[in-house]
């Protein structure tokens, strides 16, 4: 049976991480369940700083009002919330009763202050998300 670091190896922002401190991280999330129709992050909102792995169940995603994912167990959404402190993004839906590990960003915030190694990582997922938002650039004007 999969235990909840199991799960964060598989999540890329921590896949870099050792078993040790993949432990170490799992024991500051909490469990938190969703009836269907519940939305843990809304767009626009602030509403709880953090981040969730989907230990059960399925979610839609959506961006102004539009669907651009479906997740389920194992998938992951809030990271960003983890670092900055801005309104959500997208809209997470709980399409079916959802149960998921979620971490505060305060827990995360220690952790990583904790093991410095990890604030490499992090740097790196962030610029892998950047460079996947950005439109590639035409060759031969050098404009997107």
């Known amino acids: 049976m999969a235990t909840l670091a199991d799960d964060l190896k598989q999540v890329p922002l921590f896949s870099s991480l050792s078993h040790r401190q993949l432990k170490r991280l799992s024991r500051d999330f909490r469990e938190r369940t969703f009836v269907a ?82 604030s490499w990582k992090l740097l790196q997922h962030l610029v892998d998300l950047l460079a996947e938002e950005r439109p590639p650039k035409n060759s031969r004007t050098g404009k997107a």
Do not use: Y
């Open 37 to 118: 129709g519940m939305t843990p992050v809304r767009q626009g909102h602030s509403s709880g700083i953090g981040f969730f792995v989907i230990t059960d169940g399925e979610a839609s995603v959506t961006v102004d009002g539009t669907q651009v994912a479906r997740l389920g167990r194992g998938d992951h959404f809030g990271e960003l919330g983890l670092i900055g402190e801005r309104p959500r993004m997208a809209t997470v839906t709980a399409e079916t009763p959802l149960r998921c590990a979620e971490l505060a960003s305060w827990h995360f915030r220690r952790f990583v202050k904790e093991n410095p190694d990890v």
